[in-house]
């Protein structure tokens, strides 16, 4: 037990520390006034930022239960259920996600076809 409140308190100290070790940078806002005004236009867009997220969130929450109702558990093929399937909640907020994200389409974007044709049109 008291290796976990020693683990715990060691870790308060890392966070705090990194915490102090980003907030000296808002320090030198009061020198240098260009760093004051990207302060100030970070913290005037927060609220923007949270309402954008808000609603990407409720995007991906539709789109997740839409997934789930059309193609759960439809995805059983001869190598068993993939990674990405709707079966659950989670898995498939997940493949939304990965779909929003590309991060599925990075196979095609670095295919053989993709990078002969940048290397036909790229100037030598």
Known sequence: MADVAQLF??????VGHAASRLLRWFRYTRYWEDMNDFAT????SISNILSL???LFIFILIAALLGMQAFGGKFNGPLGVPRTNFDNFYQAALAVFQVISTAVCLGCCLSKHFMNNVALTSPR
Not at 9 to 14: I, M
Not at 41 to 44: F, G, P, S
Request: charged share 0%; aromatic share 0%; proline share 0%.
């Open 41 to 44: 236009a970070l913290l005037n």
């Open 9 to 14: 308190s060691c870790l308060s100290l890392t």
């Open 53 to 55: 997220l808000l609603l």
